[in-house]
């Protein structure tokens, strides 16, 4: 997260407890945009594309629960970023915008697990 320009948080649950929250409080703390996103939020896709231009961000940590205590949160990460991004938000890809990296416990194939 420290090497990142802002943080975006997906979730299955619209409130955030554990890691999650405090992954959101850290990135407050060091004043870095921060985005919580979750199925119930509408334009989701949209909301993204509009938080990375706004903040011009050119390195994206993506951020979330574990899948074991929410499941689907993985499927949905992928969707979003797929409609957001199309091709480019592939884990760690890199190109002349923005990158992606992931705060998951396997950053070697960057889902959240």
Sequence with gaps: MRDSDATVLFSIEPTLSGGS???MEFARKHKKPRLHLH???S???DKLRAFVQENSVKVLNVAGPRAS???GVG???AR???EAFGEIARPD???SGTSFSSSSSNPA???LE
């Design 21 to 23: 929250k405090k992954t």
């Design 75 to 77: 499927e949905f990460v």
């Design 39 to 41: 199925p119930g939020i």
């Design 43 to 45: 334009e989701v896709a």
């Design 80 to 82: 979003i970023l797929e």
């Design 69 to 71: 205590t929410e499941p």
């Design 93 to 95: 890809h890199r190109c």
């Design 109 to 111: 194939t960057g889902a």
